[in-house]
């Protein structure tokens, strides 16, 4: 299955937490990557009065979304996209 680009802001992230103090707010994103076992995104969260981009990779598993802690793979131009994400995010959210 080949991967698709989204470029569109989204509001709904998989991001889940046991963890009672968690305060962050997810204030929007953009999905790089979507299909039906990869989701690569940029989401904006506040906490504490601050902003940030986190970068987020998660892989469909037993109908669930789980996140991917580490060796994400990231080729070519896609840092190019990134790069661009990130600044129209800065710019949206006044980072």
């Not at 080949?2 to 305060?23: A, C, G, R, V, W």
């Not at 039906?36 to 504490?48: D, G, H, I, N, Q």
Request: net charge positive; charged share 30%.
């Amino acid at each position: 299955m080949s991967q698709q680009l989204y470029d569109h802001t989204e509001t709904i992230f998989p991001i889940k937490t046991d963890n009672p103090n968690f305060s962050r707010t997810i204030l929007g994103g953009i999905s790089l990557i979507k299909n039906a076992r990869t989701w690569k995104a940029l989401v904006v969260m506040e906490e504490k009065e601050k902003k940030y981009i986190r970068f987020y990779s998660w892989q469909m598993r037993k109908d669930l979304w789980k996140l991917q802690l580490c060796n994400l793979k990231i080729r070519g131009s896609f840092w190019d996209d990134l790069s661009l994400h990130i600044e129209e995010l800065k710019e949206l959210y006044e980072l």
